[in-house]
């Protein structure tokens, strides 16, 4: 674990903080799909990312969920953030969209890092921003842009994240992420293969 951590955190914390975290954090793999948060579940722990993609929604009453964001690497979740410093029940459900590397650290030292290390204390400051900054995007997104716009940037950010020009996500969960129905997705997954945007495949999209 030492190795990932400073590969990834070595320039963003300092060498007594990285020993630290490797004491204390627990290391995990996730495969693809898993559920990581689920909606009233109490968070103990908050998830620095190594590799790959998490998915964090907003489930509403009739079990039907928003995408708010993504986690990647070098991000935590300011929703975990949250939760483990009120010591509240969780509000989002979190799903790794990609096999995901990531150390969990354990709540009681997120607040004495803070006063005793300036890169975490930022560190912490920072993921608030971001995340708060790709909420404000969402809310744009829908309020201000039309579906078929909405589900061509959520193609274009799938292909970043995944680093593949072939998406492998059914209609329905792409409909599931930008709470809609999969008909209306289908039509419109349709019209962009008419204007030469993607390709259709059976299992997979293909971006052109």
């Not at 674990?1 to 903080?17: S, T, W």
């Given at each position: ?17 990285l020993l630290e975290i490797s004491k204390v954090g ?51 979740c300011a929703m975990t953030l949250t939760c483990c ?124």
């Open positions: 674990m030492n190795i990932e951590l400073q590969q990834h955190y070595g320039v963003q914390f300092e060498p007594e903080l627990s290391f995990l793999e996730i495969e693809e799909g898993e559920n990581l948060i689920s909606v009233g579940q109490y968070v103990k722990s908050m998830p620095l990312i190594l590799s790959g993609s998490i998915k964090i929604l907003r489930p509403d009453k009739e079990g039907e969920a928003l995408l708010l964001y993504h986690l990647e690497r070098g991000d935590t410093l009120g010591q509240t029940k969780s509000e989002i459900h979190a799903v790794s969209e990609t096999p995901v590397q990531l150390i969990m650290i354990p709540i009681e030292k997120m607040e004495a890092w803070s006063s005793k290390y300036k890169s975490w204390r930022n560190f912490v400051f920072e993921s608030y921003h971001n995340r708060m900054m790709e909420l404000l995007e969402s809310i744009d997104n829908i309020v201000f842009n039309n579906l078929d716009q909405r589900l061509e940037n959520y193609i274009t950010t799938k292909t970043e994240l995944i680093n593949s020009k072939h998406i492998y996500s059914t209609h329905k969960e792409i409909a599931n992420d930008l709470y809609t129905n999969r008909v209306v997705i289908s039509r419109l997954l349709k019209k962009m293969e008419n204007d030469h945007k993607i390709k259709l495949h059976r299992s997979f999209i293909e971006v052109l």
